[in-house]
């Protein structure tokens, strides 16, 4: 699909926006300050999907060499969060409808096989974990940003627990995608409501170890998020537009 090239005075907008998500206060290197930088304000839709990136431009207002910012660009192009168009440099991508589609397909996979094969492993402690997230999310149904990280840390425990370590790894590669499209999800209240009462019922076949029904479960699950996703994506490339 090809991308609309964004006209701009954008150039300056992207670096001042850019600035706002640095954070050199941790250990980071700089590189990885603003690799990170870059990426939240691309995932936040912050930078829209065609906007050219201006090395020149932005190197020397966010103040950092062109190799630095060279590094970052590169490993979010790795990322096909950029792509590279002759004649123009760096194009943001960002992410895209078929993305989600793509991502939910793997998820149905990686997700089904972890749950399967935490649930013969989990003790009752490793159920009582699990509770109280489920507990969590229903005392912090309101606050989006709380419930998209509590549905983070129920699906990581079940992936822990599966002791499939290179699942793990694998899921890292996406993480980037799942974690805004989970806050894109907790935006709606219904469907808040309705992934809270999904994550009982995933919850309820782990314990119970009904394989067939957990997979269902999961994928009807996966099936209403991306829906979801999808109409809320739709809404606001149309804002855009």
Same mark, same amino acid.
Do not use: W
């Given at each position: 699909?090809?991308?609309?090239?964004?006209?701009?005075?954008?150039?300056?907008?992207?670096?001042?926006?850019?600035?706002?998500?640095?954070?050199?206060?941790?250990?980071?290197?700089?590189?990885?300050?603003?690799?990170?930088?870059?990426?939240?304000?691309?995932?936040?839709?912050?930078?829209?999907?065609?906007?050219?990136?201006?090395?020149?431009?932005?190197?020397?207002?966010?103040?950092?060499?062109?190799?630095?910012?060279?590094?970052?660009?590169?490993?979010?192009?790795?990322?096909?969060?950029?792509?590279?168009?002759?004649?123009?440099?760096?194009?943001?991508?960002?992410?895209?409808?078929?993305?989600?589609?793509?991502?939910?397909?793997?998820?149905? &996979?990686?997700?089904?096989?972890?749950?399967?094969?935490?649930?013969?492993?989990?003790?009752?402690?490793?159920?009582?974990?699990?509770?109280?997230?489920?507990?969590?999310?229903?005392?912090?149904?309101?606050?989006?940003?709380?419930? &998209?990280?509590?549905?983070?840390?129920?699906?990581?425990?079940?992936?822990?627990? &599966?002791?499939?370590?290179?699942?793990?790894?694998?899921?890292?590669?996406?993480?980037?995608?799942?974690?805004?499209?989970?806050?894109? &999800?907790?935006?709606?209240?219904?469907?808040?409501?309705?992934?809270?009462?999904?994550?009982?019922?995933?919850?309820?076949?782990?314990?119970?170890?009904?394989?067939?029904?957990?997979?269902?479960?999961?994928?009807?699950?996966?099936?209403?998020?991306?829906?979801?996703?999808?109409?809320?994506?739709?809404?606001?490339?149309?804002?855009?537009?």
């Amino acid at each position: 699909m090809e991308l609309t090239l964004v006209k701009q005075p954008l150039d300056l907008d992207v670096a001042e926006t850019v600035a706002l998500n640095l954070d050199f206060s941790g250990t980071s290197s700089l590189k990885s300050a603003v690799y990170t930088a870059l990426r939240t304000t691309i995932l936040n839709g912050e930078i829209p999907a065609g906007t050219r990136i201006n090395e020149s431009l932005l190197s020397d207002k966010i103040r950092i060499s062109r190799t630095t910012l060279r590094f970052a660009l590169q490993k979010l192009h790795n990322e096909h969060l950029l792509e590279h168009s002759p004649g123009k440099g760096m194009i943001v991508k960002g992410i895209t409808i078929k993305d989600a589609y793509e991502i939910f397909a793997i998820r149905k &996979s990686l997700d089904c096989l972890a749950a399967v094969t935490a649930m013969y492993k989990m003790t009752d402690e490793d159920f009582n974990e699990l509770e109280q997230i489920l507990l969590l999310m229903n005392q912090h149904y309101r606050n989006t940003e709380h419930l &998209s990280a509590l549905f983070t840390e129920f699906n990581e425990l079940i992936y822990e627990k &599966s002791q499939i370590f290179r699942l793990k790894d694998t899921m890292i590669n996406i993480k980037n995608y799942l974690s805004y499209f989970r806050d894109l &999800s907790a935006h709606s209240r219904q469907r808040r409501k309705n992934a809270i009462d999904d994550h009982q019922k995933i919850y309820d076949c782990m314990k119970e170890r009904n394989e067939k029904q957990l997979k269902l479960q999961i994928e009807h699950h996966l099936d209403a998020a991306l829906l979801c996703i999808v109409r809320e994506m739709t809404e606001l490339n149309s804002i855009a537009l």
